[in-house]
Structure formats: structure tokens, C-alpha cells
């Protein structure tokens, strides 16, 4: 398998952000968003992806995170999208059940080819931090449209916000983990019978 790396940029008169993505890294991150709880939850993609992820985003948050976040999901999906390439030889499909505390969260992820987001998570408090909730749908949307893929995400249970974010957060780390490691027994093979995702 070829190195899986690549660089996204998206310049907008909303935000610049580029995104470096090695989907074979170590789980390091170096980040600059501007916004700290988000930062904090890319880490945990990261490292629990054990992806490697050099991000730099430049927003108008003196209007408020949202574009930011937004934007900063579009170029995340359209890096991974650049880095996987063809999708031969991979698992395709990943899932991950994350505790933290009292909260518990599912993801189950398919790089299907079809964006399709499907997100249940009852969210205890409007802002974790200085970040709004409702943004992080929007975050995955943006992930999600462009990565081209099928994303389930339950918020089983939890009162404490910040645990149930950073247990989906957790959680998509190491399904996208799981999503995209080589399987040995469909080594240069398409893992759909259509024959292409």
C-alpha cells in the first residue's frame, strides 16, 4: 500500500484552513483553530485514530465558531477522501464503543462512498466550554459530505457534556481507525461487490 498522505487547503473569506493528514502516523497532532474545546477533540481523533493531523485554521470567530468548525469538517473530509485513495485493500467498515465516566457513545463508520450522517446524541448542555453543541453536527456533516461516507453516531448515555462529546470524539477515532487499516485478506482488492466505492 502507497503512503496514504495528503494536504487540503480551503480558503474562503470565512476561514483559511489547511489540513496534512498521514493515515499511518503515530496519533500527532499539532493544531491552531482558535477554538480550544475543538482543538481538544481532534486530539482525541488523533490519537485514538493514530492518525497524524497538522491543522491550521484562520476564522472569523470574532462572529462566533461556527464557520470555523464548519469549514474546518469540509477539509478534514476532503483530506481523508485525497488520502485513502481508491480504498483497495482496506476494512472499509469501523466501529467503536467509547466510555468516559457516566457517558457512553457509538460510532460506526462506512467509507461507502454515499455521504449520509445520522447523528443521536441529546446533548445535557448548550456549550461546552465557549463551544455551542450544535456545532458539532455541523462539524460532521461537513466530515461526512466530503469524506463521501456513512456515519452513525449515538450518544448512549451521559449528563456531563464534556464526557459526551469527547466519547463520540473518542469513538470516531478509532472507528475511522478501524475503517481504514489494511485487511491482509482483501490486500489490492475493492471491498465492495460493485467493484468501486
Not at 465557549?130 to 456533516?141: A, I, M
Request: net charge negative.
Amino acid at each position: 500500500m502507497s503512503e496514504r498522505i495528503a494536504t487540503v487547503s480551503r480558503d474562503t473569506q470565512e476561514t483559511r484552513i489547511s489540513v496534512t493528514i498521514n493515515l499511518d502516523g503515530s496519533g500527532k497532532l499539532t493544531c491552531e483553530t482558535g477554538v480550544p474545546f475543538l482543538d481538544h477533540m481532534l486530539d482525541q481523533v488523533a490519537r485514538h485514530g493514530l492518525v497524524d493531523l497538522d491543522i491550521k485554521a484562520d476564522g472569523d470567530l470574532h462572529i462566533d465558531d461556527h464557520h470555523t468548525v464548519e469549514d474546518l469538517g469540509i477539509t478534514l473530509g476532503q483530506a481523508f477522501a485525497r488520502a485513502i485513495g481508491d480504498k483497495r485493500g482496506i476494512r472499509r467498515y469501523g466501529h467503536a464503543y467509547v466510555p468516559l465516566d457516566e457517558s457512553l457513545s457509538r460510532v460506526v463508520i462506512d467509507f461507502s462512498g454515499r455521504a449520509g450522517l445520522f447523528m443521536d446524541v441529546e446533548f445535557t448542555r448548550a456549550a461546552v466550554g465557549s463551544l455551542d453543541t450544535q456545532l458539532f453536527w455541523e462539524f460532521f456533516q461537513g466530515f461526512v459530505n466530503h469524506a463521501m461516507v456513512t456515519l452513525h453516531i449515538d450518544n448512549l448515555k451521559g449528563f456531563n457534556a464534556h464526557h459526551q462529546a469527547e466519547t463520540i470524539f473518542k469513538a470516531f477515532g478509532r472507528a475511522l481507525r478501524m475503517a481504514l487499516e489494511p485487511d491482509p485478506r482483501m490486500a489490492g482488492q475493492m471491498p465492495s461487490t460493485k467493484g468501486s466505492l
